[in-house]
Nanobody, 119 residues
């Protein structure tokens, strides 16, 4: 199983970016998908996550500005980030809790994509 993330980059404060992450491999079922981030010198933190039924939760710092969505048919999760701030600068990691054909439910991580917001 692999998670491939894309969409990071450099953007000015107030701008927008859209991150995408696709899970591939011997997947039987994907439960929760989400995005975490880690800024320099800080711990990794939850940004947003979404269940297979579409229930979402967000970090307080991104509520209203970020929107998470998923395409179950394509095993893909998106993160639309609007009104970006300098403090959103971090490496963003995709995460999925899934059942593969070889293992029971476990958590998988993507490789991380860098988001840099210039002020």
């Amino acid at each position: 199983v692999q998670l491939q993330a894309s969409g990071g980059g450099l953007v000015q404060a107030g701008g927008s970016l859209r991150l995408s992450c696709t899970a591939s491999g011997s997947i039987f079922e994907i439960n929760t998908m989400g995005w975490y981030r880690q800024a320099p010198g800080k711990q990794r933190e939850l940004v947003a996550r979404i269940t297979s039924r579409g229930s979402t939760n967000y970090a307080d710092s991104v509520k209203v500005r970020f929107t998470i969505s998923r395409d179950n048919a394509r095993n893909t999760v998106h993160l639309q980030m609007n009104s970006l701030k300098a403090e959103d600068t971090a490496v963003y990691y995709c995460n999925a809790d899934l059942v593969s054909l070889q293992t029971s439910s476990r958590s998988y991580w993507g490789q991380g994509t860098l988001v840099t917001v210039s002020s």
